[in-house]
């Protein structure tokens, strides 16, 4: 079975930085279209942004500049960079992953994390 396990939330103060990691397991990762979304309650599910399986990577206007998406390929991790971080990050994030780019990127892909909290104090 396809597995992500995100890890490395946490509360931090704002100008702060975290690193999460998405663990990847049950297929393989390099056909993988992946992303990160966020959801902060009552409020909508937003992409943070995504990496083709080309490495192109694409970013929320919201968090350009401030987030960095990557693979580390050998130990099948997605890597979320986060510096500068603002309390609007406050949110549960979400790892995802579709073979199919437009499905991820609409929030419909077929693979999500249970998600870990990340919260920024002011």
């Known amino acids: 079975q396809v597995q992500l396990v995100e890890s490395g939330g946490g509360s931090v103060q704002a100008g702060g930085s975290l690193t999460l990691s998405c663990a990847v397991s049950?297929?393989?990762?390099?056909?993988?279209?992946m992303g990160w979304f966020r959801q902060a309650p009552g409020k909508e599910r937003e992409g943070v942004g995504d990496?083709?399986?080309?490495?192109?990577?694409r970013y929320a206007d919201s968090v350009k500049g401030r987030f960095t998406i990557a693979k580390d390929k050998a130990n099948n991790t997605l890597i979320l960079q986060m510096n500068n971080l603002k309390p609007e990050d406050t949110a549960k994030y979400y790892c995802?992953?579709?073979?199919?780019?437009?499905?991820?990127?609409?929030?419909?892909?077929?693979?999500w994390g249970q998600g870990t909290q990340v919260t920024v104090s002011s």
């Open positions: 995802a992953a579709d073979p199919i780019l437009w499905r991820l990127q609409r929030g419909v892909a077929s693979s």
């Open positions: 990496i083709d399986t080309d490495g192109s990577v």
């Open positions: 049950g297929f393989f990762y390099d056909s993988q279209n």
